[in-house]
């Protein structure tokens, strides 16, 4: 079992920064791939960014590529996703998620473990 907790959602204004952080426990966390997908509402989840157990290997969604960006700190068990010149179309709830491997992965269904999600809403 791996336990997600995400932190540092809130309300910023259009072309402002946050940076969500996602702390993990339990099994070991640099075992995985881990990823942020968000969901607005009456929305499908979308994944946001993916990056596989080194680092070393990273996936963006077309609408955040040069805006956003993921890391993870495997000595700190945590992953962190720093969100630039931000947009009312990124208001979504934030979830982190570990994959079944150690890979970059692209569906809700290759991650298996989920945090309880952080709100981020973005004003014009």
């Known amino acids: 079992q791996v336990q997600l907790v995400e932190s540092g959602g809130g309300l910023v204004q259009a072309g402002g920064s946050l940076r969500l952080s996602c702390a993990a426990s339990?099994?070991?966390?640099?075992?995985?791939?881990v990823a942020w997908f968000r969901q607005a509402p009456g929305k499908e989840r979308e994944i946001v960014a993916a990056?596989?157990?080194?680092?070393?290997?990273?996936s963006y969604a077309d609408s955040v590529k040069g805006r956003f960006t993921i890391s993870r700190d495997n000595a700190k068990n945590t992953m962190y996703l720093q969100m630039n010149s931000l947009k009312p179309e990124d208001t979504a709830v934030y979830y982190c998620?570990?994959?079944?491997?150690?890979?970059?992965?692209?569906?809700?269904?290759?991650?298996?473990?989920w945090g309880q999600g952080t709100q981020v809403t973005v004003s014009s």
């Open positions: 998620a570990a994959g079944l491997g150690g890979g970059v992965y692209y569906t809700s269904t290759d991650y298996g473990y």
């Open positions: 339990g099994r070991t966390f640099s075992n995985y791939g």
């Open positions: 990056i596989n157990w080194t680092g070393g290997s990273r």
